[in-house]
């Protein structure tokens, strides 16, 4: 299956390591920053992961306004996030991403988050937060995330339709 990640890792290098932790268990696929990536490669990809840091809430815009300058993409996908602070059950980071990728013609196969080490303003003043994050913990759920992915499980155990 060939695969590749578009990752957005722009402070501490959290979201790059939790997407490098997938490619290993998706055949090694190839991980790219926006500017690197060839929307011809995408399109020829059977599973294409979009992932970034969150910043004030939301995924980078860099990722998001790459996504929204793709051509009309059909395929698999999956999005990903590190942040500081924990996702809302309500209000995912992840959600708008996958709502954009759906409305461009992906289906999305799920979504993963996990904490990361974050510095932003306020949290600069102490040191930062999650300071060891993402730990050995999380880069093993994400691997797991990618083993369902690898197997065409959804996130939540269904199969997608063929």
Not at 102 to 118: K, M
Request: glycine content about 10%; proline content about 7%; some cysteine.
């Amino acid at each position: 299956m060939k695969t590749v990640i578009v990752c957005v890792s722009v402070s501490h290098g959290n979201t790059r390591r939790v997407a490098d932790s997938m490619a290993q268990v998706l055949g090694g696929a190839k991980v790219v920053s926006p500017e690197q990536a060839d929307p011809v490669e995408l399109a020829g990809a059977d599973l294409v992961g979009f992932g970034s840091g969150v910043f004030y809430g939301r995924l980078h815009p860099q990722l998001t306004d790459f996504v929204r300058a793709l051509p009309t993409p059909r395929g698999r996908a999956f999005v990903f996030a590190t942040s500081g602070l924990p996702e809302m059950p309500l209000a995912p980071f992840t959600r708008p991403l996958v709502r954009l990728l759906e409305g461009r013609g992906f289906e999305v196969d799920g979504s993963f988050s996990c904490r990361a080490f974050d510095t932003w303003a306020p949290f600069k003043l102490v040191g930062g937060i999650n300071r060891q994050r993402p730990n050995a913990a999380d880069l093993a759920a994400a691997r797991a995330f990618a083993e369902r992915l690898q197997d065409g499980r959804l996130q939540d155990g269904r199969r997608p339709l063929a």
